[in-house]
């Protein structure tokens, strides 16, 4: 486990991932009956812009600096930026926050978030952070566990409705088939759960690939996709672009999506070529 989201935070990929959760979050408000959310692979909860790891590749200059000059932000948006704002009064981009916070900034009383992060450092950081999270009393780390095996043990929750959120880091060549078995699992104990899974785009013919295989797990019925390309998928080695994919998604996102990918794709562009699609598959 070689991967470590602290080089990453708030780039591209974060923007586009975090967006698009607040947006299915706050939907999950539509409704006072409590809600339950999984986040299957953690991270660290908050990331320090300033550190070592962030700045050696700046990569967090490509992503959410780029939207906090804005003063244009669409509604959809504004609240994640805000969020993000609210944890940098000073008005400098020093903390970022991962998607457990953003979850956790969601909970109302009645609502509750558990969190998985197998790497056993970073799940003890986790914990700690979480400790000074929104709700915290309503959050619960597991640490050093494998998100996949935490989906499969703890679907259905007992509250009915809720989300999964599942973000691997891509280290393994089978990830997407991991994904797709997780998935399966999932949907057999609980296929009315929203579930939510971020990609990163190399070759975008493996990510329709998995389409394909979501689309075709046993149970699913809505699956609705959105990508971006920050420049042309022209090398499949590279890094192109990122995708999530919601099964069940929330009538909102499907709503917004496309007004929040014409906004955003301009801006996290990084050369020739950068495009989006939202679609209902
Ligand atoms: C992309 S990062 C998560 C970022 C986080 N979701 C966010 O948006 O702030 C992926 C994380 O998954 C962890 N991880 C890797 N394999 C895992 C597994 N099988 N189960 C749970 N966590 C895993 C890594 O240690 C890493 O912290």
Redesign the pocket.
């Known amino acids: 486990?070689n991967?470590?989201?602290s080089y990453?935070?708030g780039n591209f990929a974060?923007v586009i991932?975090?967006v698009l959760q607040c947006v299915a979050l706050r939907y999950l408000h539509t409704k006072e009956k409590p809600f339950w959310v999984l986040?299957?692979?953690?991270?660290?909860?908050m990331?320090d812009l300033a550190s070592e790891e962030a700045t050696k590749t700046g990569e967090f200059m490509a992503g959410i600096a780029r939207l906090l000059e804005r003063t244009d932000l669409p509604p959809a948006i504004t609240p994640y930026v805000e969020a993000v704002q609210q944890l940098n009064p000073q008005g400098e981009v020093r903390w970022y926050?991962?998607?457990?916070w953003l979850s956790a900034l969601h909970l109302r009383p009645q609502d509750s978030l558990v969190l998985?992060?197998?790497?056993p450092y970073?799940s003890q950081l986790l914990a700690a952070n979480a400790r000074e999270f929104p709700a915290s009393r309503q959050v619960k780390v597991l640490t050093a566990?494998?998100?996949?095996g935490?989906l499969k043990a703890l679907v259905p929750p007992p509250q009915k409705r809720g989300m999964v959120?599942i973000?691997?880091?891509f280290?393994q060549r089978d990830e997407f088939d991991q994904i797709v078995t997780a998935l399966s699992a999932g949907v057999r104990r609980w296929a009315t759960g929203t579930y939510a899974v971020?990609y990163p785009i190399k070759d975008p013919l493996v990510v329709g690939e998995f389409h394909q295989k979501v689309k075709a797990i046993r149970g699913v019925e809505q699956v609705f996709v959105v990508d971006i390309l920050v420049r042309a998928a022209t090398d499949a080695s590279c890094f192109n672009g990122c995708g999530m994919l919601f099964i069940n998604p929330p009538y909102g996102l499907t709503q917004q999506a496309g007004t929040i990918m014409a906004y955003l794709t301009p801006i996290l562009a990084q050369a020739r070529g950068a495009e989006y699609q939202c679609l209902m598959l």
């Open positions: 486990m991967y470590r989201h990453h935070a974060d991932k975090h986040d299957t692979h953690a991270g660290v909860g990331y926050p991962g998607s457990p998985c992060e197998k790497h970073d566990t494998d998100g996949y935490a959120l973000d691997p880091p280290e971020w």
